[in-house]
């Protein structure tokens, strides 16, 4: 079953946690998973404007 973004944000967002919470915030692994986080944010945000439009 695919997760809604709402909820693969949320899981994104606790790896994310996860993987920081040892690590500095630079650290490369740190950073994927921010950028990956940002970009799903990015599809969420987008697909609920093409619905207010």
Do not use: N
Not at 14 to 40: C, F, G
């Amino acid at each position: 079953m695919k997760l809604k973004v709402t909820e693969q944000i949320e899981e994104l967002r606790i790896e994310m946690q996860k993987i920081a919470s040892d690590k500095d915030l630079t650290d490369p692994k740190v950073v994927r998973a921010s950028e990956r986080l940002d970009e799903l944010i990015s599809q969420f945000y987008l697909s609920q404007m093409k619905k207010i439009l």
